[in-house]
């Protein structure tokens, strides 16, 4: 049996005055390593608070009211999982850096976080930003995020991603605010990374593109629920939901030479 | 055709200052020129930094050029004034990409709609509060919208206000900077119909500023590719459209697959 982190019957509910509103409506997703499952569903559907339900990360007022993460077969509290066992990846890299840090300062509060902070932290830190392609690595340390372009940005994250080592990532629409140039080539990335590292990743995304490029499994969102689920190809091929159609219809608009 | 907004040989430079001063000016644009025709629908194309979003600012005449010129009806912007200033700003209007960055929080959405026709027309406000009825209609919203707030809208109706608010002055052309890049792309793909269906009513030039060139085959009938401040390429858009240029070649295989491709797996279980 491979190494699974599975996440079980989440609710998630933002409080409105004196009842809940239900964000996350009992939603069950098993990864697993080697994998790569994308989350995907229109635009406030509950995947981006589906992973930060699960993490323990929520903005203020909303909370898990039920559900739970298991790895493997043990129940994981939300603070023991954020970068020991999942390292996260988000949409927009200028806004997860701190301004006034360097990418130093960052490398070193990623590895404190997850006790590995040690004298070979620079070593470790130049090899993870090596591996993302970011070239000449001891020139990136000094820097901070405004003196970097968004491409960079992004695979400074996923370096710090990795240096935690967990195996698994989430990817909360990695390249959304990237050029078609810069995305291809850090889809590549993750690509390979989650192929030589075994990485499970929870790919969150809403463009049917970045599915067709790397995701394995897909699983469907609507309204707080997981309304199908299926291998990339099935998806793709034989739709069941509505929901799931009408994602893959206006995709495959964009391909008229295709369709 | 009638050239409506011309760049002539426009370039452009920005330097930015630190306490050590200012640093060495970075050329943005050089040498750039470009005619927008009545009714055309031109893409320009280019990687982050390329330069498209300065032109943009450029010919709506947010910003000068170092050089060049951009020239509105056959009359250098830079010395429009009183009413033919006016009528250059009704004829060019705007579509940024956060829709919830370019409304003021706390207007309702009926004034937010009516601010171009406040500012550049002379219509009362009875022939106001008529027209807004009509455009929120026209972009697919409702009458009672126009009394909510931004915060009581999805950002893929908040995009179809700002819509309205720039078709309101009747320009002649519509600048879509990124217009569509913030929403889901089934939200995309409804707001692309949406401005076809309004470009071809209201008979007005667009200039769709983006990097992805699946949406340009959607909408645009010219595509200018543009890397590093230059123009690359300027080619019609076919079916089966292959660019030529080096640039407009990375862009096109940078094209995310259309089906799922085989991934290997990375292990056996």
């Known amino acids: 049996m491979s190494e699974t982190l599975t996440i079980e019957n989440l609710h998630v509910a933002a409080q409105h005055g004196h009842h809940d509103h239900v964000l996350v409506d009992g939603v069950s997703l098993t990864l697993r390593r080697g994998r790569i499952l994308a989350l995907v569903g229109a635009s406030g559907c509950g995947k981006s608070i589906t992973c930060s339900g699960a993490q323990g990360v929520l903005p203020p007022g909303v909370r898990v009211t039920q559900g739970r993460v298991l790895h493997n077969d043990t129940t994981v509290a939300p603070e023991r999982l954020r970068g020991r066992v999942v390292a996260t990846i988000l949409q927009n890299p200028r806004s997860a850096f701190n301004p006034i840090r360097t990418m130093a300062d960052h490398a070193r509060e990623t590895l404190r976080a997850v006790e590995r902070l040690d004298g070979d932290w620079r070593s470790r830190t130049l090899e993870a930003f090596a591996t993302v392609g970011l070239e000449d690595a001891e020139s990136v340390l000094p820097l901070h995020a405004f003196e970097m372009s968004g491409g960079m940005l992004q695979r400074a994250m996923i370096a710090l991603a990795l240096l935690s080592d967990a195996p698994f990532l989430f990817a909360d629409e990695p390249t959304t605010d990237l050029d078609l140039i810069v995305q291809a080539r850090i889809l590549d990335l993750l690509d390979e990374l989650a192929r030589r590292r075994n990485l499970g990743v929870l790919l969150i995304t809403h463009d049917m593109g970045v599915v067709a490029r790397l995701a394995d499994e897909v699983a469907v969102m609507e309204n707080g629920r997981i309304i199908e689920r299926a291998t990339t190809r099935e998806i793709f091929d034989n739709p069941q939901r509505i929901a799931t159609r009408e994602l893959v219809e206006a995709h495959m608009s964009l391909y008229p030479e295709v369709a | ?269």
């Open chain 2, 1 to 269: 055709m009638s050239v409506i907004l011309a760049a002539r040989s426009v370039s452009k430079s920005y330097s930015s200052y630190s306490l050590t001063g200012r640093s060495a000016p970075k050329t943005v644009l050089r040498d750039v020129s470009l005619d927008i025709a009545a009714g055309e629908s031109i893409a320009l194309l280019g990687r982050s930094g390329s330069g498209k979003s300065t032109l943009g600012r450029l010919l709506l005449g947010f910003e000068r050029p170092d050089g060049g010129s951009v020239a509105f009806e056959n009359e250098s912007v830079s010395g429009l004034s009183g009413e033919r200033y006016r009528h250059y700003r009704r004829s060019v209007q705007v579509v940024f990409q956060d829709s919830l960055g370019a409304v003021n929080p706390r207007h309702s959405i009926g004034r937010i709609i009516a601010e171009p026709l406040r500012h550049l027309t002379d219509l009362n406000e009875d022939t106001r509060s008529e027209r807004v009825r009509s455009l929120l209609a026209q972009v697919g919203l409702v009458p009672d919208d126009a009394r909510k707030l931004p915060s009581q809208m999805s950002g893929g109706q908040l995009q179809r206000v700002c819509i309205a608010r720039a078709i309101a002055p009747a320009p002649r052309l519509l600048v879509l900077d990124e217009a569509v890049s913030n929403l889901d792309l089934v939200l995309q793909i409804q707001m692309i119909a949406l401005l076809r269906d309004l470009q071809a009513r209201l008979k007005m030039a667009v200039l769709f500023i983006t990097h992805d060139l699946r949406l340009v085959q959607l909408f645009c009938s010219r595509v200018i590719v543009l890397a590093e401040g230059r123009i690359q390429e300027d080619a019609p858009v076919t079916r089966g459209l292959a660019l030529r240029s080096a640039e407009g070649r990375l862009l096109q295989d940078a094209i995310l697959p259309a089906r799922p491709v085989h991934r290997a797996p990375a292990f056996c279980d």
